[in-house]
């Protein structure tokens, strides 16, 4: 199942966004996140946050249509997000598609990109995008193939400390168990010379950021 959520930052491109969704998918709107359900055209099947940044008037029109919703306290020890993603994968998302999670609050925004690395994460498949492009996290032993979009810019970013074993094909400057220190811009802005890459990592954790076809 593929669970779609609506976080709480920009919608710069609402029709492409709207184009998303499938009639299957589990969408979650995250605090105010809400906000965008109608600009997407977006039916949420669950609504979940402290709600402390979704004004009341869209709240209430949630309510009234009885959208389910799980509230939780302001002060707690993770983010909306968080909670969205467990919750999602209670439900039993293998494919986890995250949206408008970028703008606003720089922290929020750390936070939202730096949350996808947690370890129990690991075996699904959990994303950021905006339909133009996409991030998520390659972690260390693995092979992972992305669908790309052929030309299209292609970067990996290490994270947490080096990247080492970093190897990929079909890629402007191809990559041969080379080395992205932490911090380093080197990985940035590649270009891709096929519709799909096979990226291996065998040390340290990096977030691949490429453009996806239509």
């Not at 869209?58 to 707690?76: G, Q």
């Not at 968080?82 to 999670?101: K, P, R, S």
């Not at 052929?150 to 074993?165: C, V, W």
């Amino acid at each position: 199942m593929r669970a779609i959520i609506i976080a709480n930052g920009d919608c710069d491109n609402p029709k492409q966004l709207a184009a998303l969704f499938r009639a299957d998918d589990f969408v979650i709107a995250v605090d105010g996140g809400a906000r965008h359900c109608e600009t997407l055209s977006a039916y949420p099947d669950l609504l979940i946050g402290d709600f402390d940044s979704l004004d009341k008037p869209i709240l209430k029109h949630f309510v009234a249509d009885d959208v389910k919703m799980l509230c939780y306290p302001r002060h707690k020890d993770q983010i909306d997000l968080e909670l969205a993603v467990d919750h999602a994968i209670a439900e039993g998302a293998t494919e986890i598609a995250i949206i408008t999670a970028m703008g606003g609050r720089w922290d929020m925004t750390l936070a939202n990109l730096f949350l996808l690395t947690q370890e129990k994460y690991a075996m699904f498949e959990l994303y950021l995008t905006d339909t133009v492009q996409r991030g998520q996290v390659i972690r260390a032993g693995s092979a992972v193939t992305l669908t790309v979009k052929a030309g299209g810019r292609f970067s990996l970013i290490p994270l947490l400390g080096d990247a080492t074993g970093i190897s990929a094909n079909d890629l402007e400057y191809p990559l041969a168990n080379h080395t992205l220190s932490l911090g380093s811009t080197k990985g940035l802005s590649n270009r891709t010379l096929a519709d799909a890459i096979t990226i291996e990592l065998q040390q340290g954790l990096v977030y691949a950021c490429y453009e996806i076809g239509d």
